[in-house]
């Protein structure tokens, strides 16, 4: 099992910025993958960023790229979500998440098992 908890999130006006924390504990040296994924009302859960845990190498999607950067320091077990250049259609509820099966689509919300309680972003224009 592995515990997932979120941190920031928030009110901002557009162009603010914004930076969500997420710690893991529990089987962590089972984590292959950490990402972000956020859902806005009526909306499909998608992929904003993630990172592979061991190696670093990292992903943002088209949306949010330039803006929105993942980094993880594997001392304190944590992901961040640095978010800025925020704009009115970033609102969404941010989760992160852990994937453990290495054979899985890393892109997909289905491929992590482990969910934090999601963070609140909004962005007033």
């Known amino acids: 099992q592995v515990q997932l908890v979120e941190s920031g999130g928030g009110l901002v006006q557009a162009g603010g910025s914004l930076r969500l924390s997420c710690t893991a504990s529990g089987r962590t040296f089972e984590v292959y993958t950490m990402a972000w994924f956020r859902q806005a009302p009526g909306k499909e859960r998608e992929i904003v960023a993630r990172?592979?845990?061991?190696?670093?190498?990292?992903y943002e999607a088209d949306s949010v790229k330039g803006r929105f950067s993942i980094s993880r320091d594997r001392a304190s077990n944590t992901v961040y979500l640095q978010m800025n250049g925020l704009k009115p259609e970033d609102t969404a509820v941010y989760y992160c998440?852990?994937?453990?099966?290495?054979?899985?689509?890393?892109?997909?919300?289905?491929?992590?098992?482990?969910w934090g309680q999601g963070s609140q972003v909004t962005v007033s224009s």
């Open positions: 990172v592979a845990w061991s190696a670093g190498m990292s």
């Open positions: 998440a852990a994937r453990t099966n290495r054979y899985n689509d890393p892109l997909v919300p289905t491929a992590y098992a482990y």
